[in-house]
């Protein structure tokens, strides 16, 4: 998938699929951001898992996807371009216009059918109930402005998650090692 900026969110025509996005504070535009945040955020060691970032909405919205995207920089996370590479997406929302409501549950259903482990935030999780009727996959939805929840429910999931894959991995080895021995 090919990799917008988030200046480029708005003016996004409709009827295009969803995109990943990398904001200015994680690649930042020239002159846009401090530039010891950009260090801070470039030397930080990537540790606690890949993580996909669709923004939809206004400036507003778009301020509380650089605040999250920030966090999870900050917190070891490294930002993703695809669904593949992501371990979770996160999905913040518009929920202004029905237009914009339904471009969101769109842009969810893609990032679940694409990658399945999805957090929605934004506007549109005053409509919690909506979302988790269309898309009962769904792990977290958050109310609007809820960037510190959405930081730590990436962080409690990332770590289940991960549980999982490791408990699997370990179950593998023994029952790889078991029918070894009963051979």
Not at 37 to 43: A, G, R, S, V
Not at 124 to 145: F, Q, W, Y
Request: charged share 25%.
């Amino acid at each position: 998938m090919e990799q917008v900026s988030a200046f480029a969110v708005a003016a996004r025509p409709t009827g295009v699929k969803y995109r990943f996005h990398l904001f200015a504070l994680i690649r930042p535009a020239p002159g846009i951001t401090n530039r010891s945040m950009i260090e801070k955020t470039e030397n930080t060691k990537a540790s606690n898992g890949k993580v996909g970032f669709i923004s939809l909405g206004c400036p507003k919205a778009l301020v509380d996807s650089e605040r999250i995207l920030t966090q999870l920089r900050l917190d070891g996370y490294d930002v993703v371009p695809t669904y593949k590479d992501a371990d979770i997406v996160v999905v913040n929302t518009c929920g202004f216009i029905d237009a914009a409501k339904q471009e969101s549950l769109d842009a969810i259903g893609e990032a679940i059918s694409e990658n399945g482990k999805v957090i929605v935030t934004g506007c549109m999780g005053l409509e919690a109930d909506k979302i988790r009727e269309t898309h009962p996959g769904v792990l977290v939805v958050s109310n609007l402005h809820a960037c510190e929840e959405v930081v730590r429910c990436t962080g409690f999931w990332q770590e289940r998650l991960t549980k999982t894959k490791m408990q699997a991995l370990s179950q593998l080895r023994v029952e790889s090692n078991w029918s070894k021995t009963t051979a």
